[in-house]
C-alpha cells in the first residue's frame, strides 16, 4: 500500500549529526547528477553528442536513495534513462562523460554511448536501449545470486511504459516461482514516451502489478531521498529472504522523453508547479538548512560540483576517438577450460 512520506529514515524526526552527514551525501550525489545532465544536454545541442540522449533531470532521488541501501556485491540494471544510476554507482564522471561522447576515455571505450554503458566494478550492469529488455535480464542476475547463494540482490529498474511489456510478467512470474532476490523498481515518471499512464495502463497502480504472481510491492515517493532510501532498504531485505519485492517511485522527469523531445503534451503550467512544490533537490536543500547548514556551505558544493562537470566535459572533448581495431574487442568472451 501506498505510505506517507515520513521525516527520516525509519520515520524518526531528523536533528542528528548522522542525519546531517547523511543528507549531505545524497546532496552531493543528487547534485551532481543535476549538474552533470545539464552539461550533457548542453553537449548534445552543441553536437558533441550524437545519437539518442535521456536526461535524469528530477529523478535524482531515486538512484541517489536506492544506491544508499546497496550492499557490496549487489547489482543495478536500468533502461536507457541511465547516466544517473552510473553516477550514484560511483562511476568516474569522466568516464561517463567521454562515452556519451563516444571517446576512447569513456566507460565503454567509446563504443556504447548513452544508452549502453557498462561497469561490472562498480555493479552496474547497463543501461538497455530495448524497452523492458533488462528486466529480463535483471531477473537472470537474480537467478545467478540465487544459484551462488551470495546473499546478493539485483535491483533491476523500469519506467512506467516498459510496465506495459510482456516479458516484465514473465519475469515477475519465475521471480516468484524460484524466490529470487530481485527489487523491482518502477520509476513510473508520468508518461513514458509521451503518452500519461491515465491513458495507457488499465491498473494505473503499478506496485499492483505483481498481484498475481503474489510479489508484494508499495507505492514510494519518488521526489524524497529518504522515502526511497527507507522502502529501499524494506525491499532489499524483502529479497534477501523471501524474494522478489515491487517499489514503484512516482516522481517526474523534467525534460522531454529525449533531447528531441519539446514535451507538449503536458498540461500547461504542471512542470512549473512540480518544480516550485516537489523538487527532490530543493526538498533535501531545506532539510539540511533546517538541521543548521548555511547558505555559503551549499554554494561550495554546488560550486565544487560543477567544477567536477566542467572538468568531465573537457576531459570528453578532449579524448580522442576510439582506435577502429576497437570494433573487434569485447565481442566474445573465451571462457577457459575446465
Not at 129 to 137: E, F, H, N, R
Request: proline content about 3%; glycine content about 12%; some cysteine.
Amino acid at each position: 500500500m501506498a505510505r506517507a512520506r515520513k521525516n527520516g529514515v525509519g520515520g524518526q524526526k531528523a536533528n542528528s549529526l548522522a542525519d546531517k552527514d547523511r543528507w549531505l551525501k545524497y546532496y552531493r550525489s543528487m547534485l551532481l547528477i543535476r549538474r552533470f545532465e545539464e552539461r550533457a544536454g548542453q553537449l548534445y545541442g552543441m553536437g558533441l553528442i550524437g545519437g539518442f540522449c535521456h536526461l535524469y533531470i528530477g529523478q535524482e532521488a531515486i538512484a541517489v536513495g536506492m544506491e544508499s541501501v546497496k550492499r557490496a556485491g549487489d547489482q543495478i540494471i536500468t533502461g536507457y534513462r541511465d547516466h544517473g544510476h552510473m553516477l550514484a554507482a560511483g562511476m568516474d564522471p569522466k568516464e561517463v562523460m567521454a562515452e556519451l561522447t563516444g571517446r576512447a576515455g569513456g566507460s565503454s571505450h567509446g563504443k556504447g554511448g548513452s544508452m549502453h554503458m557498462f561497469s561490472v566494478p562498480n555493479g552496474f550492469f547497463g543501461g538497455h536501449g530495448i524497452v523492458g529488455a533488462q528486466v529480463s535480464l535483471g531477473t537472470g542476475l537474480a537467478l545467478a545470486n540465487s544459484y551462488r547463494n551470495d546473499g546478493a540482490v539485483s535491483y533491476t529498474y523500469f519506467g512506467d511504459g516498459a510496465a506495459n511489456q510482456g516479458q516484465v510478467y514473465e519475469s515477475f512470474n519465475m521471480a516468484e516461482l524460484w524466490s529470487l532476490p530481485v527489487v523491482y523498481v518502477i520509476e513510473n515518471n508520468q508518461y513514458a514516451m509521451g503518452t500519461s499512464v491515465e491513458r495507457s495502463s488499465a491498473e494505473t497502480h503499478l506496485y499492483r502489478r505483481g498481484l498475481s504472481f503474489n510479489i508484494p510491492g508499495e507505492e514510494v515517493d519518488g521526489m524524497d531521498v529518504d522515502a526511497v532510501a527507507e522502502a529501499g532498504a524494506r525491499a532489499a531485505e524483502h529479497a534477501r529472504t523471501k524474494g522478489p519485492y515491487i517499489l514503484e517511485m512516482k516522481t517526474y522527469r523534467y525534460r522531454g522523453h529525449s533531447m528531441s523531445d519539446p514535451a507538449k503534451y503536458r498540461p500547461q503550467g504542471e512542470l512549473e508547479e512540480v518544480r516550485k512544490t516537489r523538487d527532490p533537490i530543493d526538498h533535501l536543500k531545506a532539510k539540511l538548512e533546517g538541521v543548521g547548514l548555511k547558505e555559503e556551505e551549499l554554494k561550495a558544493i554546488d560550486a565544487e560540483v560543477r567544477q567536477i562537470v566542467l572538468d568531465a566535459a573537457e576531459y570528453a572533448r578532449t579524448s580522442p576517438e576510439p582506435d577502429p581495431s576497437e570494433l573487434y574487442t569485447d565481442v566474445y568472451l573465451e571462457a577457459a577450460a575446465r
